[in-house]
């Protein structure tokens, strides 16, 4: 209800410039909250740090900072192999029903394909034999990236997506898994349950064709806490996935809902600031 007001009131917002401060204030606020939350989670419970990474590239210009070097990439793996134990998100969720969880697990994770997830990580996540997860949008398979933000880059700079081939290499990786993104990275929370169903579902299927596998994760497009709705769940778990994933910056818990469970966006910094925002 909120959503759609502010959806109402936005345009008059806009022009009157209050946007933008709201918009300020609401995401600082959230940043607050979330620190608060991360730091009492991790003194009373067990955590587990979902790290979320998109391209793993070297660019002249990085707009949105979704690019992690293949330098920074491998520092922020050595990293996490030396404090954490980095598991599959199948063995999250078997230590999270079986009550097992032991607070010193890490996973990692990719969203929407790139390519370079298979020419520039998978050799660093090899090196340190640390399981991954990445997310694919199935209508972009093999094309040049052209989502609104992979246009922010430069020519040069703009990325190619996993082709149909490249996405069988990954997953006949025994370090990798395959899931799902939907079909046309869409903001489900927008959509009708049929429609939600058609992009979900359509995009297990061409993965499962593709990899002749069961798709059993999904990460939720843009991944906040209003970019998907109950049915999107619902359907999650109609559909056969055994888990979901979010993107709000929090550390997962033994506790947190394994078809919202949170991850936290890397972008390019050092191992100091790693470790510092995964509140170590
Ligand atoms: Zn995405």
Redesign the pocket.
């Given at each position: 209800m909120i959503r759609s007001l502010l959806k109402k009131i936005k345009p008059t917002l806009v022009k009157l410039r209050i946007f933008s401060v709201l918009y300020f204030i609401y995401f600082f606020v959230a940043k607050l909250k979330n620190r608060f939350l991360n730091r009492i989670n991790k003194v009373t419970r067990k955590t587990v740090p979902v790290l979320l990474y998109?391209r793993v590239d070297k660019v002249l210009n990085d707009p949105i900072k979704l690019v992690v070097s293949p330098e920074t990439f491998e520092e922020h793996i050595k990293y996490i192999n030396k404090v954490y134990e980095p598991i599959s998100l199948s063995e999250l969720v078997n230590r999270i029903k079986n009550k097992s969880l032991k607070g010193n697990e890490a996973c990692v994770t990719f969203?929407?394909g790139y390519r370079d997830n298979l020419i520039n990580a998978l050799p660093i996540l090899e090196k340190y034999n640390t399981p991954a997860t990445i997310?694919i949008?199935t209508s972009e398979i093999g094309k040049r990236a052209s989502f609104a933000w992979d246009m922010k880059y430069k020519e040069d700079d703009r990325a190619i997506f996993l082709s149909l081939e490249e996405i069988k290499i990954l997953a006949n990786n025994k370090l990798i898994e395959i899931g799902a993104?939907t079909h046309n990275?869409v903001r489900l929370s927008d959509f009708s349950k049929d429609k939600q169903l058609s992009e979900i579902e359509t995009s297990k299927k061409i993965l499962e064709d593709i990899i002749n596998k069961k798709i059993l994760h999904f990460?939720y497009?843009?991944?906040g806490r209003y970019d998907f709705d109950d049915n999107s769940k619902f359907l999650i778990k109609e559909l056969g996935f055994i888990s979901a994933y979010e993107n709000t910056g929090l550390l997962g818990t033994s506790s947190s809902d394994i078809f919202s469970f949170p991850r936290i966006n890397i972008r390019g910094c050092n191992v100091e600031s790693l470790s510092k925002h995964l509140y170590n």
């Open positions: 998109h969203d929407d997310f949008t993104h990275h990460a497009p843009f991944g």
